[in-house]
């Protein structure tokens, strides 16, 4: 159980297009999931938590209007990065929080997106 | 804002070593998470220790949480070459469902 996916695994875009990137939780309902990004060799970064039904929090230095989040349904979370450029590359990491569940979250295999 | 530092940044040993790694938050925390990250994988949940002096244990590997709830430890004892990869404590400051803050890890290798 607690199984987390993520699509796509990986993606290339040219420069200047957006790429959207999608977070399910297949066996629980989760009511907050979070989005972190991961450079090569250093740890996760939280990019925003993502609520059911509400706006998404973001981070300080998280450009809402680059980074959209969208919280759709309980078991649903896309990430949209607008106007990729190069400087975005990086893994994109999900995880979900089990409703009703205090502490618990659970990764997504993330998206290695790269942007030409 | 909160942060959480963890030392060492690398740390190679020869197996059958014993290995540390230290977290340290700038806030307290209301409970601390251990995730083990394999080259090229993403984060895999270890253990979440709650209570302040909770030291708890999965066979070779041992987890402190500080009576102040402010540091954490995980230790391996007799390290295989099955432990490699990247440890990362992540620590929650606020109510649950808050985020986790991740600590930059400590990336072990062994040698056999």
């Known amino acids: 159980g607690a199984v987390v996916s993520q699509h796509p695994s990986w993606v290339i875009c040219k420069s200047g297009t957006s790429v959207k990137i999608e977070c399910r939780s297949l066996?629980?309902?989760?009511?907050?999931m979070f989005w972190y990004r991961q450079f090569p060799k250093q740890s996760l970064m939280l990019m925003a938590t993502?609520?059911?039904?509400?706006?998404?929090?973001?981070e300080q230095g998280v450009e809402k209007d680059k980074f959209l989040i969208n919280h759709a349904s309980l078991t649903l979370s896309t990430l949209t990065v607008t106007s990729a450029h190069p400087e975005d590359s990086s893994f994109y990491i999900c995880?979900?929080?089990?409703?009703?569940?205090?502490?618990?979250?659970?990764f997504g295999p993330g998206t290695r997106l790269t942007v030409l | 804002g909160q942060q959480v530092m963890q030392i060492p940044q690398y740390q190679h040993v020869q197996e059958g070593e014993d290995f540390t790694t230290y977290c340290n938050s700038s806030?307290?925390?209301?409970?601390i998470q251990w995730y083990k990250q394999r080259p090229g994988g993403h984060p895999v949940f270890l253990i979440q220790?709650?209570?302040?002096?909770e030291v708890k244990k999965q066979k070779r590997l041992t987890f402190q949480f500080g009576e102040a709830k402010k540091n954490s430890s995980l230790h391996i004892t007799a390290t295989q070459t099955t432990d490699v990869g990247t440890y990362f404590c992540?620590?929650?400051?606020?109510?649950?469902?808050?985020?986790?803050?991740f600590g930059k890890g400590t990336t072990l290798s062994v040698s056999s």
């Open positions: 995880s979900a929080a089990p409703s009703g569940s205090t502490d618990t979250q659970y």
């Open positions: 066996d629980f309902q989760a009511t907050t």
């Open positions: 993502s609520n059911e039904g509400s706006k998404a929090t973001y």
């Open positions: 806030t307290t925390l209301s409970n």
């Open positions: 220790l709650v209570k302040s002096g």
């Open positions: 992540a620590g929650r400051s606020g109510q649950a469902g808050t985020a986790l803050i």
